[in-house]
């Protein structure tokens, strides 16, 4: 595994899978198209920039360029890095038929290339490290009744709520975005004031 510093943003959750498995690094994904019309995503996106930097990194294909285009223009260049995978025609795995314009995306490239990618890009890279301590994890989410208990889903979405964070995202997604945020104890503070204000 190599860690990044930067967040990495990607278009959707096949590209994340891929990543995953040889980045430890904090992945979010644009859901395609639908970053177009998501405040609270691109809200993310924004607050990760500023705060450790922000890695674009999208298909080669049109729709890809579009994406990236948009980030491009919705966030300033000096928090971006922008890696960019080759043409290579082909389909993933998964798929049945080739995407429209015949090229592999993200999930399809191999881990030298999209390791490349990254260099090229500029990102922060701490091969051989031990990875560093995570700020929030899934036990102090489960300790504040976030995460495995009842009502733990309503309380994620009142909390994601407050915080203008996307209403849809998943435990482990909401434990990457909090990490990005505030602090454990800030986020004690967040959840004790959630409760008093809810009862």
Not at 80 to 85: D, S, T, V
Request: net charge positive.
């Amino acid at each position: 595994m190599v860690k990044i510093k930067e967040v990495i943003v990607v278009e959707g959750r096949y590209d994340k899978n891929t990543l995953s498995q040889i980045l430890d690094a904090t992945i979010l994904e644009t859901k395609g198209f639908g970053i177009f019309k998501d405040k609270e995503r691109m809200r993310l996106l924004r607050q990760a920039a500023e705060k450790r930097g922000l890695i674009v990194l999208t298909d080669a294909d049109g729709a890809g360029l579009v994406i990236r285009n948009y980030i491009k223009g919705a966030i300033p260049g000096k928090y971006l890095k922008h890696a960019y995978i080759p043409d290579v025609l082909g389909k993933e795995k998964r798929k049945s038929a080739p995407g429209k314009e015949g090229k592999l995306g993200v999930e399809g490239m191999s881990r030298e290339i999209l390791l490349e990618a990254l260099r090229r890009a500029g990102a922060t890279m701490e091969e051989e490290t031990a990875p560093l301590p995570r700020g929030i994890s899934k036990q102090h989410m489960m300790d504040l009744g976030l995460s495995g208990g009842p009502n733990a889903a309503d309380r994620r979405r009142m909390l994601a709520e407050q915080l203008r964070l996307p209403k849809n995202l998943s435990a482990n997604a909401l434990v990457d975005a909090l990490n990005l945020i505030c602090t454990p104890e800030e986020l004690d503070t967040i959840v004790r004031a959630m409760e008093q204000n809810h009862g």
